[in-house]
């Protein structure tokens, strides 16, 4: 399975996780010149920005580990442009990341992974 299905196939799993647990998806693969967004979503008055990674398993790691802090800084700028383009200012924000372990059908959502390095003004 190449990495190109692995993404797309673990996004799909987690839009559907995200919508059962009654989640308001806003944007799929938000990009910008700086990086890309995963999935932007609304739970209740917060808008959660949500890193997927998906494995076959976890080998060589958990999926979540490969989320170094240069990637989270990426993240958190691409969420502050989204913010500004699309005049969002909800009450609070929040990053999430979803564990998805393709062999098992098995999903870990980390709720509040980590905190921005940007500061939001809304």
Do not use: W
Request: net charge positive.
């Amino acid at each position: 399975m190449n990495n190109l299905y692995k993404g797309r196939k673990g996004e799909d799993i987690a839009a559907e996780f995200f919508i059962s647990k009654q989640y308001r998806i806003l944007c799929r693969n938000y990009k910008t010149a700086v990086g890309e967004l995963d999935l932007v979503a609304q739970d209740k008055d917060t808008l959660v920005f949500i890193e997927v990674k998906s494995r076959m398993s976890d080998k060589y790691g958990a999926p979540g580990e490969a989320l170094t802090s240069f990637k989270r800084r990426k993240i958190s700028q691409v969420a502050a442009q989204y913010i500004k383009r699309k005049k969002a200012a909800p009450a609070a924000v929040r990053f999430d990341v979803l564990e998805i372990f393709l062999s098992e059908g098995r999903v870990n959502h980390i709720e509040d992974a980590f905190e921005s390095c940007v500061r939001f003004s809304f």
